[in-house]
């Protein structure tokens, strides 16, 4: 006749551990999905400083201008006159996104405005300038 309580084998007795993996492996997934990845424009530049200088959180196109006139977009040089056509580009991906160009202090003002005017040109409702706050 069987016992009503068996003893169980010592190896078989243990913590299951697939419920904690499913919430790690779900926690990972929400992790990611919310995750902003921050776009650069592949470029280094010198901002001029500002005393109104303001922070902006959620800036997603970044156009580049060297001191020496090269535009950079998305980490790749392009042609001022094919800022607009990037700038649409990028809108279309994401359409509440805000153009923000980073120019260089020494770089030439008419490249500065013409990169502005084609990202208006292309839709971008919100075009700022970046400056380094004086204050820091």
Known sequence: MRSRYTQQNPEESGIDMTPMLD????????????????KETGIDVMRPTAETAERKENANILIGIRDNGEVWIDKQRVEPDAIRANVERLLAENPEG?????ADKDAKTG????AMDQARAAGADNVSIAAEDRQR
Do not use: Q, R
Request: hydrophobic letters at 80%; aromatic letters at 16%.
């Open 23 to 38: 919430i790690v492996f779900i926690m990972l997934i929400f992790f990611i999905v919310t995750t902003s990845f921050v």
């Open 98 to 102: 805000n153009v923000i160009v980073l």
């Open 111 to 114: 490249i500065l405005v013409k």
